[in-house]
């Protein structure tokens, strides 16, 4: 890998390398890897406390693009133009994808994966047995842990450029509620409970309002935090105006690890999906 790098990163400071047969296999086979999950725009560091992202291999991303031509691809009834494959051989990989969810070549999906019709983009990691749901977006780099459930309508951002920012990453076992936004390379932790309708960004206030006094977190929410939208009121030249936030209102309960049961753990705080 430290060779690959090494060409990577020339060509990230002289594009005139792109040119070069060397240069032009290497960042091939980084999108390989990708695709393959056996290299990823981020991961846990050893710890398991925070994460590492891998700023490289996002450049390697970037300069695919250019070296990409448009075509087109035909998929039964549907045609695609684009300078991207599409990804292949679901039956191999052992993911169930239905008509007409899409992913991008470069983007990895593990074994037990399932793409109702949605849309998962280059750079991007889903690990096993998730769950992304009708009409949710997957985007650039993003990095999906086993056993999430991404509801109707998500979103999660993609996080390309600057080339050191995190991307957003969903930590294992999380359930994100309907038409959530999450952007800007936020992260949530493990078995946290988003409900329906938060957007979160890496600026975005959000405060644990379960104890006596209100604890604020940017662009992080704890693992196993229940998170609700909220508002706050702030100051502006015209007047004082709410403005969004994200409100952490409980915990889940050990009862509520099973999935079968996290309708319930959604009801204990009365918080929609």
């Not at 725009?41 to 891998?54: K, Y």
């Not at 690990?127 to 997957?138: I, L, Y």
């Not at 936030?245 to 009801?267: E, M, V």
Request: aromatic fraction near 6%; hydrophobic fraction near 40%.
């Amino acid at each position: 890998m430290s060779e690959l790098q090494t060409l990577i990163e020339q060509a990230w400071s002289d594009r005139a390398l792109l040119q070069n047969p060397e240069t032009q296999a290497a960042i091939a086979h980084v999108i390989e890897e990708l695709d393959k999950g056996r290299l990823r725009v981020a991961q846990p560091t050893a710890d398991g406390e925070d994460w590492q992202v891998n700023d490289w291999v996002k450049k390697a991303v970037i300069l695919y693009f250019p070296l990409q031509q448009m075509h087109t691809e035909s998929v039964g009834p549907f045609e695609y133009h684009d300078k991207m494959r599409l990804k292949t051989d679901y039956a191999g990989q052992q993911v169930r994808v239905v008509p007409p969810a899409t992913a991008r070549y470069g983007a990895f999906l593990a074994p037990g994966v399932i793409l109702m019709p949605s849309y998962v983009n280059i750079g991007a990691y889903v690990g096993e047995g998730t769950m992304v749901d009708t009409w949710a977006t997957v985007g650039s780099c993003a990095q999906v842990g086993k056993g999430v459930h991404l509801s109707g309508g998500v979103g999660l951002g993609g996080v390309l450029e600057p080339v050191q920012a995190a991307p957003v990453i969903i930590e294992d076992g999380a359930f994100i509620g309907s038409r959530s936004i999450l952007v800007e390379g936020c992260r949530i932790g493990k078995e946290a409970v988003i409900g329906a309708g938060v957007t979160i960004t890496g600026s975005t206030k959000i405060i644990d309002v379960t104890g006596s006094e209100p604890k604020e977190y940017r662009g992080y929410v704890p693992p196993r935090s229940v998170v609700i939208p909220g508002s706050i009121p702030k100051q502006f030249p015209a007047g004082e105006y709410q403005v969004p936030c994200a409100l952490i209102i409980g915990q889940r309960k050990p009862s509520t690890d099973l999935k079968t049961s996290l309708n319930d753990a959604l009801r204990d705080f009365g918080v929609s999906v």
